[in-house]
T-cell receptor, first 107, second 113 residues
Framework: QQQVKQSPQSLIVQKGGISIINCAYE??????FPWYQQFPGKGPALLIAIRPDVSEKKEGRFTISFNKSAKQFSLHIMDSQPGDSATYFCAARSKWFGKGTLLTVNP | DSGVTQTPKHLITATGQRVTLRCSPR?????VYWYQQSLDQGLQFLIQYYNGEERAKGNILERFSAQQFPDLHSELNLSSLELGDSALYFC????????????FGQGTRLTVV
């Protein structure tokens, strides 16, 4: 059973556009939600994280929006750049991971 | 560079064999985590050790085992290997035991033929 569901599986965005990746979870006991970025041939790297008592967290061009009542959260990448092309994973703690979203940003 | 070191980077072995993957955590980190990444299953948490003791268990098969040594490095042992065990195996570490954020190594790509 997938504890964290992630969509879309892949996403193509033009340079300068907004990339949006969505995740949902079922277990209300989950209390920490990190996002990881993975480039080919590398391990995942922590990008940004949020706790459910916060509705939004922003770090540079990356923003997490959190809806506790809906048990959903999303990653927004503003002004997307070709260097952002990678696979993004949402997670509950660093234990239950979504299946990943392959983001391609076209120049 | 996360500071987590995994060896070897690549491993090719035959079905039925046993292999050992090694991980050195970041300096000062007490927790070590192991993950398996495959195309169909995604990133799966296998097991966590904290300061030498098993802390949490995930989807780890009985054919797999791990340990963390007094110097905090960790080994993941995979035995009776099957074709389906071919995957990327990641080690990660963190300073605490709470499995909130983890710093990943570059992985070991295991191919079972």
């Amino acid at each position: 059973q997938q504890q964290v569901k992630q969509s879309p599986q892949s996403l193509i965005v033009q340079k300068g556009g907004i990339s949006i990746i969505n995740c949902a979870y079922e277990n209300t006991a989950f209390d920490y939600f990190p996002w990881y970025q993975q480039f080919p041939g590398k391990g995942p790297a922590l990008l940004i994280a949020i706790r459910p008592d916060v509705s939004e967290k922003k770090e540079g061009r990356f923003t997490i929006s959190f809806n506790k009542s809906a048990k959903q959260f999303s990653l927004h990448i503003m002004d997307s750049q070709p260097g952002d092309s990678a696979t993004y994973f949402c997670a509950a703690r660093s234990k239950w991971f979504g299946k990943g979203t392959l983001l391609t940003v076209n120049p | 560079d996360s500071g987590v070191t995994q060896t070897p980077k690549h491993l090719i072995t035959a079905t039925g064999q046993r292999v050992t993957l090694r991980c050195s955590p970041r300096s000062g980190d007490l927790s070590v985590y192991w993950y398996q990444q495959s195309l169909d299953q995604g990133l799966q948490f296998l097991i966590q050790y904290y300061n030498g003791e098993e802390r949490a268990k995930g989807n780890i098969l009985e054919r797999f085992s791990a340990q963390q040594f007094p110097d905090l490095h960790s080994e993941l042992n995979l035995s009776s290997l099957e074709l389906g065990d071919s995957a990327l195996y990641f080690c990660a570490s963190s300073v605490d035991r709470e499995n909130t954020e983890a710093f990943f190594g570059q992985g070991t790509r295991l191919t079972v033929v």
